[in-house]
Every structure is written in C-alpha cells, then in structure tokens.
C-alpha cells in the first residue's frame, strides 16, 4: 500500500469470524478469539505505520453477553490481556479511548481503561477506540439522556439541540466520521455499530475471518475504498 494514500483516514472494523475460524480448525471458539486478538494488535500497527488518523475496533457487543459463560470469561480475560500489553503494541502518540458502557466490566478492567485514556488523552496521533460492551443504540440513547439532564438542570436550551450538540455527547466526540467501515468473515450487517458515525460511511464486507486477516488482506479493503464513488447526497 503506498502510505501516503491511507493517511488521515477513519476506519471501522468489526472483527468478525473468530469462532467459525476456530471450528473449521477443530478447534474450541475461544482459539480464535486469542488468534484474533493477535491480529487486532497487528492491524492497530500497520494502521500506525499507514498514517490513519482515527481506527475504532469493536471488540464486545452489547448483544454479546448472550454467549455462554466460558466463553465470556474467555473474551474478557483476553481483553484483560490486550490491556496490559497496551503500550506495547500502540505508538507513543496514540490516543487511546474506549467506547461502550463500562460498569459491567471487571473493576480491574475498568481501572486500567480509565488509567490508559487519561495517560494518552493528550496526544495527538492515531486515535485507536475499542469497543467494548458497545452498541450504538446504547451510545444515542445515552446521548439523549445527557442532553435531557442538561436542559433540565437549565445548562441547555432544547433549541440547541442540533446533529452538533448530539454528537458532542456520542462516545467518539471531536473525531472524524468513519470513512469506511469493514465487517470481516461474510456476514452482511452492522450488528448495532456506529450507527450514528456510519451514516455516510462506505461499507466494505470480506469472506475473510478475522483471524485470518493480515495487512495484505488490509491492503485490499484499502484498494476498494479508493475505488468507491462517495456523492454525501451531491452529484
Ligand atoms: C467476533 O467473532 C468476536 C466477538 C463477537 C466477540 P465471533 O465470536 O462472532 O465469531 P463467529 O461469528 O461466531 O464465527
Ligand atoms: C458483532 O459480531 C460484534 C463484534 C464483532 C464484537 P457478532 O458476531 O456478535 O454479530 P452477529 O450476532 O453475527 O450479528
Ligand atoms: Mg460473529
């Protein structure tokens, strides 16, 4: 990929495909949810080296926490890690922030999330979200609610209630709309992604599962980008 091309770009990624990856291998599920944090890390670096500016991961849903209790114990655990390896796998300058409602993550968990955003809040290079316990209805119905308390507690007007006092209160606020949004392993949907952010963003779908993914598969999704006519409603 010639650098220059990716540089400044948002992007989206759903990580999708980790346990069927695992089952063709006959393999438990959760093998390729360690696999897939590996790739997650990989792909955070080459986005680095690529010059984005902003790359959100979503990593748990808020519709995740039907799956069975090992298999959650599993993911979280392997979140845990990705936490403590942090600053290994990240650049100095990122900023580091985590979208999703945190209160039903481990207490341990939550600390170092806290500790990590506070730590990097103030850089100024690639910006790398992690979604975690995230849904985008969860993220605008929050939104709505702090603009509700705000205007009753007489800090607002609900006239000044537009898409930029929304957005203000979503997760990502200050940053770019993704450009592309990427959904690996075949299935076709959002799955409650960044509903409000993708409004505009193209959608690019592979057969690939994530833990398969590599750069060269990251190269390509790129290419696809780049050949897409975006209009945002114009001719
Ligand atoms: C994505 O892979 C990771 C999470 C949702 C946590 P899946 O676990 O959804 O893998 P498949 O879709 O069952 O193959
Ligand atoms: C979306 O994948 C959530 C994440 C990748 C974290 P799922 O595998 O949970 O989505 P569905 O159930 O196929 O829609
Ligand atoms: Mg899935």
Avoid: C
């Avoid at 792909?43 to 748990?60: P, S």
């Avoid at 580091?96 to 100024?124: N, S, W, Y």
């Avoid at 993708?198 to 999704?221: K, M, N």
């Amino acid at each position: 990929m010639d650098k220059k091309r990716a540089e400044g770009l948002s992007i989206g990624i759903i990580m999708d495909g980790n346990g069927r990856w695992a089952k063709k291998r006959g393999l438990p599920r959760t093998a390729g949810h360690k696999k897939g944090a590996e790739v997650f890390e990989d792909i955070t670096r080459y986005a680095n080296e690529l010059g984005v500016a902003a790359i959100t991961f979503y990593a748990f849903s808020t519709e995740n926490w039907s799956r069975p209790k090992e298999e959650l114990d599993v993911i979280m655990d392997l979140f845990g890690a990705s936490l403590r390896r942090m600053y290994k796998f990240i650049k100095e300058n990122n900023r580091v922030v985590f979208l999703g409602e945190r209160a039903p993550l481990r207490a341990e968990h939550r600390e170092m999330m806290a500790d990590i955003e506070q730590k990097t809040a103030r850089r100024e290079g690639m910006i790398l979200n992690v979604a975690v316990n995230y849904g985008g209805r969860q993220e605008i119905v929050r939104a709505a609610r702090r603009l509700a308390d705000e205007v009753k507690e007489g800090r607002l007007s609900a006239d000044e209630i537009d898409e930029d006092t929304f957005e203000a209160r979503l997760y990502t606020t200050g940053q770019p709309m993704p450009d592309f949004i990427l959904r690996t392993s075949g299935e076709e949907r959002v799955s409650n992604f960044l509903l409000w952010q993708g409004a505009y963003s193209e959608l690019i779908f592979t057969d690939t599962y994530w833990p398969d993914f590599t750069r060269a598969h990251f190269d390509a999704v790129l290419e696809q980008f780049f050949g897409r006519d975006r209009r945002f409603g114009g001719l």
